[in-house]
């Protein structure tokens, strides 16, 4: 997803918009970090939802943010409209870059792995 990362001003903070379709009501879903070395073929994946916390080492992949190293990914629902977007922070070199990644409607949410548990 290439959409722009928006805010609204708040008065000093800044209100993060959907990237679908603009609202301002964006919920916390599940986070999910991948701590990995440089260019390692394994990489250690926490994902937290709610009071559930998975952590596993696993082979590194796209759902990573960061094609080399870490990456996070924060998950929103939108009380607007039906996405489910992930907000990613990717180590580049020695920067962070941040964008967006659809990640489906709210009808089907994809777990990052086959262990994920819904509850
Ligand atoms: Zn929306």
Not at 1 to 19: E, K, S, Y
Not at 77 to 83: K, Q, V
């Amino acid at each position: 997803m290439t959409n722009p990362i928006r805010f609204n001003d708040a008065g000093g903070d800044h209100v993060l918009l959907c990237p679908s379709c603009g609202g301002d009501c964006l919920h916390h879903e599940r986070v999910s970090s991948y701590d990995r070395a440089e260019d390692a073929d394994a990489l250690l994946q926490t994902v937290v939802r709610g009071q559930h916390v998975s952590i596993q080492l696993i082979r590194n992949s796209v759902q990573n943010p960061s094609a080399r190293r870490d990456g996070v990914a924060i998950e929103f629902s939108c009380e607007g409209c039906p996405a489910h977007v992930e907000l990613l922070l990717a180590q580049h070199k020695g920067s962070t870059r941040c964008s967006w990644r659809l990640v489906g409607s709210e009808a089907k949410i994809t777990p990052i792995t086959g262990r994920y548990e819904h509850h």
